[in-house]
């Protein structure tokens, strides 16, 4: 149950995009179409954003996209606005019912 | 409208014990895997454990596995986790959360969480 490896920061300026990687195994990400993306606002809790590796709840806007390739899922922020400047978790179904989260990025809107 | 409510945080002793329970409404909780999630000061999310829909299975990380105990009321609404044993690295707000469907731990309502606070 090792946490899934994200970078400790990204940035990018309004209107770019920017890309948060969650690099697994195949135990993980890698043996399961089940990660799932959350943004986390400071002092608050979670919000699911993807699930599913690309699926979008409703309410949240296209913006924000999800892909996997093996072992390594990928979240993509598209025309990044200044309130995307928050934490963003992966997650994964890690088999035998249980599951593990990614080590967490922040988001800087430069 | 789903609505999660955590409660029984505190400061406790290590080695002490504490039981935190969690008011689902809104949504049919009998239906639906249950996860605890906990955030230490600072620091990532981690998973902690999972019921099933009907509390006749639980399972848990290594990090609280035989220490932890994770139960559900759904006559009530209500999810537990007795936590004994505590260690000074079990301090975190602890979430509970409702699975979107299943058990695969994709988590689409949160509760706004309980502090522990694990210190002598």
């Known amino acids: 149950q090792s946490a899934l490896t994200q970078p400790r920061s990204v940035s990018g300026s309004p209107g770019q995009s920017v890309t948060i990687s969650c690099i697994g195994t195949?135990?993980?990400?890698?043996?399961?179409?089940?990660v799932s993306w959350y943004q986390q606002h400071p002092g608050k809790a979670p919000k699911l954003i993807i699930y599913d590796v690309n699926l979008r709840p409703s309410g949240v806007p296209d913006r924000f996209s999800g892909s996997k390739s093996g072992s390594t899922a990928s979240l993509t922020i598209s025309r990044l606005q200044a309130d995307d400047e928050v934490d963003y978790y992966c997650s994964s179904y890690a088999g035998n019912y249980t599951s593990v989260f990614g080590t967490g990025t922040r988001v800087t809107v430069l | 409208q789903v609505h999660l409510v955590e409660s029984g945080g505190g400061v406790v002793q290590p080695g002490r014990s504490l039981r935190l329970s969690c008011a689902a409404s809104g949504f049919s909780f009998s239906s639906y895997a249950m996860h605890w999630v906990r955030q230490g000061p600072g620091e990532g999310l981690e998973w902690v454990a999972m019921t099933w829909f009907d509390g006749t299975n639980a399972f848990y990380a290594d990090s609280v596995k035989g220490r932890f105990t994770m139960s559900r009321d759904n006559s009530n609404n209500i999810l537990y986790l007795q936590m004994n044993s505590l260690r000074a690295e079990d301090t975190a707000v602890y979430y509970c959360?409702?699975?979107?469907?299943?058990?695969?731990?994709?988590?689409?309502?949160w509760g706004q969480g309980t502090l522990v606070a694990v210190s002598s």
């Open positions: 959360a409702k699975d979107r469907g299943g058990w695969a731990g994709q988590l689409d309502n």
């Open positions: 195949r135990s993980d990400v890698g043996g399961y179409n089940y």
